[in-house]
């Protein structure tokens, strides 16, 4: 059974970094691709960061472009979302998501492509 699990949210102070991990299991996909996405209180989910297997690029938002970088440990089969400069518009639940069997893509993804899905962390940042 694949499973995502998130941890590293919490409470910080703008200007502020956290560090994001999203430890997977479960799967044994030839290539993938996994993303963050984020969702605040009224708003709809939206995709931050993505990462694709077969090379490692690494694909941003321009709302986080510069301050967020996404990373992956094989050896641990964890993936990162280090967040630095942190803005109070970042709040959200972030989550991470998998979509099986996918290789060619260059770009963010729109949420239907994903498969599997964490349950989320909370990462709130004050004024």
């Known amino acids: 059974e694949v499973q995502l699990v998130e941890s590293g949210g919490g409470l910080v102070q703008a200007g502020g970094s956290l560090r994001l991990s999203c430890a997977y299991s479960g799967f044994t996909f030839d290539d993938y691709a996994i993303g963050w996405f984020r969702q605040a209180p009224g708003k709809e989910r939206e995709e931050v960061a993505c990462?694709?297997?077969?090379?490692?690029?690494?694909y941003y938002a321009d709302s986080v472009k510069g301050r967020f970088t996404m990373s992956s440990d094989n050896a641990q089969n964890t993936v990162y979302l280090q967040m630095n400069s942190l803005k109070p518009e970042d709040t959200a639940a972030y989550y991470c998501a998998v979509a099986a069997d996918l290789a060619y893509f260059s770009g963010l993804l729109l949420p239907g492509f994903y498969d599997y899905w964490g349950q989320g962390t909370q990462v709130t940042v004050s004024s």
């Open positions: 990462i694709k297997s077969s090379d490692g690029s690494t």
